[in-house]
């Protein structure tokens, strides 16, 4: 998930589209630091490339219903869906254009500071990753809590097991609402930024896209749904987000439940009481939802059917609470 912007317009494209080198680019770093954790500490000999394979992928989460689908789903949104549908309905830029007519009025015409451009460039860059963060938190807990949203975030949690390519397993309703909300978060903090320092505050990019969110996503975002147990605890996963986070939050046990919704940093979860900190050793977690009464991993079932379910969710007379834990063992 990466945010996009156009420096030549000023202008900021909340976009899910991601070109299919970078989204490799990604996923093959993070299979490469998983090694740092899936090799015996102090081993000293050599270990076959087959060996590595199958403590990075192992047989019995590639070979599964789910493992499966999460290929299917990683093929879909990296190929077809993100670079052809993918992109928010309104940019940032957009956003960013409606509410500079709301600071003019209250706050009077910019810029109120006088810094060298290269402060005002840095400030840009780090606002909009900020920005971006706490749109994915905002959209994130909402997707747990409304329940029409549940209907389509939950394709993501019914994976019973966690991959690297477990990040892409996302319904397309899923996807678009979030870019949306992060082009608004964008936007504002775009305004905010050319308010206090003029027009000419284009950020720092890489590839095209925000230079923090972009090295962020390759270090951190792909390695979210590792099953290996990578933890930050005590004064570091008060502020960073690792891989165990990520894994207490798709645990199926009620204590867990609507904890760590951050992308990266920490910061919103204990702004707002949602974080949940991991313990330094492997706990022992189960995935999956509960409660479908059809395939989630098949084809109609990931991605026709929760249509059917938010519909229902609608109805006044139904409970809207995300499904009971599932009983699936982690893997």
């Known amino acids: 998930m990466m945010a996009r912007m156009e420096p030549s317009s000023n202008s900021v494209v909340i976009a899910s589209w991601v070109s299919p ?6 996923v093959l770093f993070a299979l490469g630091l998983t090694l ?8 000293t000999r050599p270990v076959r490339a087959r060996v ?3 403590a990075l992928l192992p047989r019995r989460i590639i070979a599964s219903t789910s493992g499966r689908s999460d290929i299917a789903w990683f093929v879909f949104n990296t190929f077809f869906f993100t ?14 254009s409606k509410l500079s007519i709301v600071f003019d ?13 290269w402060v005002a460039t840095l400030v840009m860059t780090s606002m909009l990753f900020v920005a971006y963060e706490f749109a994915y938190w905002l959209n994130h807990s909402l997707s747990h809590r409304v329940g029409w949203m549940w209907q389509f975030h939950k394709v993501h949690h019914t ?3 966690l991959t690297p390519l477990t990040n892409y397993r996302v319904h397309p309703i899923d996807t678009i609402i979030f870019y949306n909300m992060a082009a608004a978060c964008g936007g504002l903090a775009m305004v905010v930024a050319m308010h206090l320092f003029g027009d000419a505050t284009p950020g720092y990019f890489q590839y095209a896209l925000n230079t923090l969110t972009f090295f962020v996503s390759i270090l951190f975002v792909h390695l979210q749904h590792t099953h290996l147990w990578i933890s ?4 570091a996963g008060r502020w960073l987000l690792s891989p165990a986070h990520h894994q207490i939050h798709h645990s199926v046990h009620q204590h867990h439940h609507d904890r760590n919704f951050g992308s990266t940093l920490a910061i919103f979860d204990r702004l707002f009481g949602t974080l949940h900190l991991p313990t330094a050793q492997r706990e022992k ?3 999956g939802v509960d409660g479908i009464d059809y395939d989630p991993h098949s084809i109609h079932g990931a991605t026709l059917l929760p249509f059917v379910d938010a519909a229902r969710s609608l109805s006044p007379d139904r409970q809207t609470r995300p499904a009971e834990p599932a009983t699936q063992p982690a893997n």
Do not use: N, Q
């Open 105 to 117: 009025k209250w706050f009077g015409p910019g810029p109120l500071f006088s810094v060298p451009a």
């Open 21 to 26: 080198t970078l989204t490799m680019m990604g």
């Open 285 to 287: 977690l189960r995935f």
């Open 232 to 235: 930050f605890s005590g004064r």
């Open 159 to 161: 994976a019973e097991s």
């Open 83 to 96: 670079s052809t549908f993918g992109w928010a309905i309104w940019s940032g830029g957009w956003y960013a």
């Open 52 to 54: 590595l394979l199958r």
């Open 36 to 43: 740092r954790f899936a090799v015996p500490r102090g081993r």
